[in-house]
């Protein structure tokens, strides 16, 4: 059973630019969590979907940020117009209904220059 | 607003030593309470967890601790083993709405041969 899988897994994007995370949940986990790892600090919650739905998206910022778990394929967390201060690792989770365990994906760095 | 706390950024640890990595946290509503284990450049992997009704959960050299008077719950490996070197991170959930985690800013842990 292949585990959460995110890609890619460095990306490198200028000022302006758009970046797209992609995450896949483990097979049979309709639960996905985006939390964002900012240098020396703890993962710092973000967006919490389900398949087709925004369950809760306190944590993300107002402007830029938007995700989407659609029907079929992967989960997207999309920046538009990155400034530096985007540059962080972005972990995606996921888990099966019901259950506390959320397993983690290995992470995308993304660098803003 | 920092929600959960770990004080200590990094701890040493003699191999074969008892390492005990701690965690206080300030909103009372948690129910769950979680350790992550993690290596650079992969994502959080879970260690071991707690119900906020309990105030002991053992799973081999792992053992956590709850005080829930005191807010504060503990990581305790025994005996302490190189591959035990890691960033951990102590994590909170309450299952009102999303179950999203809270995480502590992570202590490195070395162990040292």
């Known amino acids: 059973n292949a585990g959460v899988m995110q890609n890619p897994r460095h990306l490198v994007r200028r000022r302006g630019q758009e970046a797209r995370l992609r995450c896949s949940p483990m097979k049979g986990h309709s639960h996905v969590y985006w939390y964002r790892q900012l240098p020396e600090e703890g993962l710092k919650f973000m967006v919490y979907l389900q398949k087709e739905n925004i369950i809760d998206e306190s944590g993300m910022p107002?402007?830029?940020?938007?995700?989407?778990?659609?029907?079929?394929?992967?989960?997207?967390?999309?920046?538009?117009?990155?400034?530096?201060?985007?540059?962080?690792?972005?972990?995606c989770a996921s888990s099966p209904r019901d259950i506390a365990g959320q397993f983690f994906g290995p992470g995308t760095r993304l660098t803003v220059l | 607003d920092q929600q959960v706390k770990q004080n200590s950024p990094s701890l040493s640890v003699q191999e074969g030593r008892i390492s005990i990595l701690n965690c206080d946290y300030t909103n009372s509503m948690f129910d769950y309470f979680l350790w992550y284990k993690k290596y650079p450049a992969e994502g959080p992997t879970f260690l071991i967890s707690i119900s906020s009704i309990k105030d002991k959960n053992e799973d081999g050299r792992f053992t956590v601790f709850l005080n829930k008077s005191a807010k504060h719950l503990s990581l305790h490996i025994v005996p302490s083993q190189p591959g035990d070197s890691a960033v951990y991170f102590c994590a909170a959930i309450t299952w009102q709405g999303a179950q999203k985690l809270v995480f502590g800013q992570g202590t490195r842990l070395t162990i040292n041969p």
């Open chain 1, 62 to 91: 107002k402007e830029r940020f938007s995700a989407e778990f659609p029907k079929e394929g992967p989960s997207i967390l999309r920046i538009q117009q990155v400034v530096r201060g985007d540059s962080a690792a972005y972990f």
